[in-house]
């Protein structure tokens, strides 16, 4: 047998590996759905003048990961089921695993102001970025299971969220709850908006 030729032969068969292993489903749709998502939930303050206490905003803010989690599940789960293919899928799982952490630390801080955060001080903007950091990190490590550059994606939450951090250090209008909504608006509202836009148009491309 030619070495070239076995050699050749096993460079594909790792590649198709590889390639079997990553998540291969539409992001656009997905990255446009949360976007939507928060967009909707960072109006609800100016429309309703509520949601101004730590205790509130940690609420709104937690039934809106709430919905966005579930709706994007549901939005694979229908993917999976056009094109006829297993919903838990490894590559699916493995994504899923990979952003738990993360989830689970922003989703703890989250918990711990909506239960007792109207007896701390107005800490609702430094909750805001460490949910931006913590996304940030989750969309890092579920970038290593996945085509596209949602590492680069998750690294521009984290960068952005910790040039916020020294910024909210120096001026206070960063210190109030409605800048919270504002930073969170914006990372999960029209960072997602812009990012689905650019997806659609790079995914429909690559197809044809």
Not at 53 to 65: P, R
Not at 175 to 195: D, E, P, R, S, W
């Amino acid at each position: 047998m030619d070495s070239s030729w076995a050699s050749e032969h096993l460079q594909t068969i790792r590649t198709l590996m590889e390639r079997a292993a990553l998540y291969r489903r539409a992001l656009a749709p997905i990255m446009l759905l949360v976007g939507v998502i928060g967009s909707v939930a960072a109006a609800l303050p100016i429309a309703t003048g509520k949601f101004n206490t730590n205790q509130s905003f940690a609420i709104l803010w937690l039934a809106t990961a709430a919905v966005s989690v579930v709706a994007t599940y549901l939005l694979v789960r229908r993917q999976s089921l056009k094109d006829q293919e297993p919903f838990w899928s490894p590559p699916t799982k493995r994504v899923s695993q990979a952003l738990v952490p993360g989830f689970l630390a922003g989703g703890m801080a989250g918990a711990l102001l909506a239960i007792a955060g109207d007896q701390l001080p107005r800490v609702s903007w430094l909750l805001a970025i460490g949910w931006v950091i913590t996304y940030g990190c989750a969309l890092h490590a579920a970038g290593f299971f996945m085509e596209r550059g949602i590492k680069l994606f998750g690294i521009t939450f984290v960068s952005a969220a910790s040039v916020l951090l020294v910024l909210a250090v120096f001026i206070p209008a960063f210190q109030t709850t409605k800048a919270a909504h504002v930073i969170m608006g914006v990372c999960f509202g029209a960072t997602h908006l812009f990012y689905g836009a650019y997806l659609h148009f790079t995914e429909r491309r690559s197809r044809v």
